[in-house]
């Protein structure tokens, strides 16, 4: 199945979202788009996975011209979309997720042949070599695993079409480690002799390692398109940003040596076998950086200091005082702050506008004499998108609008706002594109010269190294090493990665 958008214009009223467009995916192949955060990547995606209609253009499979009436007609067509924020219901099993809406193909007399179901999603989970169980609960799940039932969710769709699939993959590497996203290439690489994909990642190391062919949107215009050998991290990062990738992209020359007061202390911290005996110094002005494979135990370390798992053993110290961290309502008010990894489902409200999402951590901040102020809200919104240089339309816009790098900042906002001075950032720049990952940089940077303690999972090594003062390594639940990383003499890759394996 050959399909073809030839200039594609969307706009929605005087917005251009995407301006004469054109692609091509052809059989077997993994196409990377790629692109700024605003670029058109997801409106794009919207068309061709029947979720929104061109405004003018044309869409061919196999040269046929198709107009698709909603996600139903592109499914039934071969079309299917796996989507970064995953659309899994977690109450319900992973067999009822994967027949979501197709229940009626095991239905007799009124009754679903749950047996029936389960036996049919196993063979899709065998696809994508999942060996689970297709009547667990999908919220018992990993999120890697949730994404490979994602797959094979997808994959259903052979069941009813005779011609190969196009599946659509929207950032499905942003909260994965690196080991399960080789698993999930693994898996691309070998359905390709039944399906063909577009793989959409602001990872452009990952976009280069998995895609035959590679388009880039800028400025809602596809403004190139090169098969992969002709591609490489510099030249594709300058056409999506018109400029070339800066050697100080950490923005070293703006770190500069922690102050002396502890801000964050550690005694012999220990929660079950999922980490012990942690000792740890972090110090205002500081980002100290926590490696280490899955399973070494850092997400579950920093959860407990944030009350989210509570500690077992050991101690907690804030600003020189002991303190019993019960839960993240005690974490907030010694001034801890919590920048989770999944910021859809932890870190921010979907549904409510960028002013509510500020105030939520600090109600406090926006009460007057007659209850909660609006105008006093949206005032102080208006005051952090400034600061923080949040590119929305106002105060009252929902903060699901927003691109990724302006969520986040919204997110950092809020615990601004709480008058955090202690801040834990879980994969900061996650499902951000280049752009927003230096204005996350310099707003990390801002903080340590204003005092702020950060303790930073990065995304990458690189990340890890290029942003902290030091890298405190973990593997199998313990720390492993303590790593200077002053801004003149940064650790190598290799130097990390000997201690966490």
């Given at each position: 199945?050959?399909?073809?958008?030839?200039?594609?214009?969307?706009?929605?009223?005087?917005?251009?979202?995407?301006?004469?467009?054109?692609?091509?995916?052809?059989?077997?192949?993994?196409?990377?788009?790629?692109?700024?955060?605003?670029?058109?990547?997801?409106?794009?995606?919207?068309?061709?996975?029947?979720?929104?209609?061109?405004?003018?253009?044309?869409?061919?499979?196999?040269?046929?011209?198709?107009?698709?009436?909603?996600?139903?007609?592109?499914?039934?067509?071969?079309?299917?979309?796996?989507?970064?924020?995953?659309?899994?219901?977690?109450?319900?099993?992973?067999?009822?997720?994967?027949?979501?809406?197709?229940?009626?193909?095991?239905?007799?007399?009124?009754?679903?042949?749950?047996?029936?179901?389960?036996?049919?999603?196993?063979?899709?989970?065998?696809?994508?070599?999942?060996?689970?169980?297709?009547?667990?609960?999908?919220?018992?799940?990993?999120?890697?695993?949730?994404?490979?039932?994602?797959?094979a969710?997808?994959?259903?769709?052979?069941e009813?079409?005779?011609?190969?699939?196009?599946?659509?993959?929207?950032?499905?590497?942003?909260?994965?480690?690196?080991?399960?996203i080789?698993v999930?290439?693994?898996?691309?690489?070998?359905?390709k002799?039944?399906?063909?994909?577009?793989?959409?990642?602001?990872?452009?190391?990952?976009?280069?390692?998995?895609?035959?062919?590679?388009?880039?949107?800028?400025?809602a215009?596809?403004?190139?398109?090169?098969?992969?050998?002709?591609?490489?991290?510099?030249?594709?990062?300058?056409?999506?940003?018109?400029?070339?990738?800066?050697?100080?992209?950490?923005?070293?020359?703006?770190?500069?040596?922690?102050?002396?007061?502890?801000?964050?202390?550690?005694?012999?911290?220990?929660?079950?076998?999922?980490?012990?005996?942690?000792?740890?110094?972090?110090h205002?002005?500081?980002?100290?950086?926590?490696?280490?494979?899955?399973?070494?135990?850092r997400?579950?370390?920093?959860?407990?200091?944030?009350?989210?798992?509570?500690?077992?053993?050991?101690?907690?110290?804030?600003?020189?005082?002991?303190?019993?961290?019960?839960?993240?309502?005690?974490?907030?008010?010694?001034?801890?702050?919590?920048?989770?990894?999944?910021?859809?489902?932890?870190?921010?409200?979907?549904m409510?506008?960028?002013?509510?999402?500020?105030?939520?951590?600090?109600?406090?901040?926006?009460?007057?004499?007659?209850?909660?102020?609006?105008?006093?809200?949206?005032?102080?919104?208006?005051?952090?998108?400034?600061?923080?240089?949040?590119?929305?339309?106002?105060?009252e816009?929902?903060?699901?609008?927003?691109?990724?790098?302006?969520?986040?900042?919204?997110?950092?906002?809020?615990?601004?706002?709480?008058?955090?001075?202690?801040?834990?950032?879980?994969?900061?720049?996650?499902?951000?594109?280049?752009?927003?990952?230096?204005?996350?940089?310099?707003?990390?940077?801002?903080?340590?010269?204003?005092?702020?303690?950060?303790?930073?999972?990065?995304?990458?090594?690189?990340?890890?190294?290029?942003?902290?003062?030091?890298?405190?390594?973990?593997?199998?639940?313990?720390?492993?090493?303590?790593?200077?990383?002053?801004?003149?003499?940064?650790?190598?890759?290799?130097?990390?990665?000997?201690?966490?394996?």
């Open positions: 199945m050959t399909i073809r958008l030839e200039n594609i214009t969307k706009t929605y009223g005087p917005v251009t979202a995407i301006a004469r467009a054109s692609i091509e995916i052809r059989p077997g192949e993994v196409i990377g788009l790629v692109g700024e955060n605003g670029a058109g990547k997801s409106t794009l995606m919207r068309i061709l996975s029947g979720g929104a209609r061109p405004t003018s253009g044309d869409y061919t499979i196999d040269g046929k011209p198709v107009q698709f009436s909603g996600p139903l007609d592109a499914n039934a067509a071969g079309i299917a979309m796996v989507y970064q924020e995953q659309s899994l219901i977690l109450t319900l099993s992973v067999a009822e997720n994967i027949y979501l809406g197709q229940e009626w193909r095991f239905m007799k007399y009124g009754l679903v042949n749950h047996a029936a179901m389960r036996k049919a999603a196993r063979r899709n989970l065998e696809k994508v070599e999942l060996d689970i169980n297709p009547a667990m609960i999908a919220g018992e799940l990993s999120f890697a695993q949730r994404q490979m039932v994602e797959l969710k997808a994959l259903t769709l052979e009813r079409n005779t011609e190969r699939l196009v599946i659509l993959l929207d950032e499905p590497t942003s909260v994965l480690e690196q080991a399960e080789d999930l290439f693994a898996r691309i690489r070998a359905l002799s039944r399906a063909s994909f577009i793989f959409v990642s602001h990872r452009l190391d990952e976009v280069l390692e998995i895609s035959d062919r590679i388009y880039v949107m800028k400025d215009e596809v403004v190139a398109e090169m098969p992969v050998g002709e591609a490489h991290e510099t030249k594709l990062h300058e056409i999506m940003v018109g400029r070339a990738l800066e050697h100080n992209f950490y923005l070293e020359d703006r770190q500069f040596p922690p102050r002396e007061t502890i801000a964050l202390e550690l005694k012999k911290l220990g929660r079950g076998k999922e980490f012990q005996d942690i000792d740890l110094t972090l205002e002005g500081e980002v100290l950086g926590i490696a280490g494979v899955i399973g070494s135990g997400e579950a370390l920093v959860r407990s200091v944030f009350g989210m798992e509570r500690a077992e053993t050991g101690e907690i110290w804030v600003q020189g005082g002991k303190v019993d961290v019960a839960d993240p309502s005690v974490a907030v008010k010694l001034g801890i702050g919590f920048v989770p990894s999944e910021r859809a489902t932890e870190g921010m409200v979907p409510l506008p960028i002013s509510e999402n500020i105030s939520l951590a600090n109600l406090d901040s926006v009460v007057g004499s007659l209850g909660l102020n609006r105008a006093k809200e949206t005032g102080l919104a208006r005051r952090w998108i400034e600061r923080l240089n949040i590119r929305a339309p106002g105060p816009a929902p903060i699901r609008s927003l691109s990724g790098g302006n969520q986040q900042k919204v997110v950092i906002a809020k615990w601004l706002n709480a008058r955090s001075r202690i801040l834990i950032l879980d994969h900061p720049t996650r499902g951000v594109d280049v752009g927003a990952k230096h204005e996350v940089f310099s707003l990390i940077r801002d903080l340590c010269e204003e005092g702020f303690a950060i303790l930073l999972l990065a995304d990458t090594l690189a990340e890890t190294i290029g942003l902290s003062h030091r890298v405190m390594v973990m593997r199998d639940g313990r720390m492993q090493a303590e790593i200077a990383a002053p801004a003149d003499n940064k650790p190598s890759q290799t130097r990390i990665v000997e201690h966490m394996v």
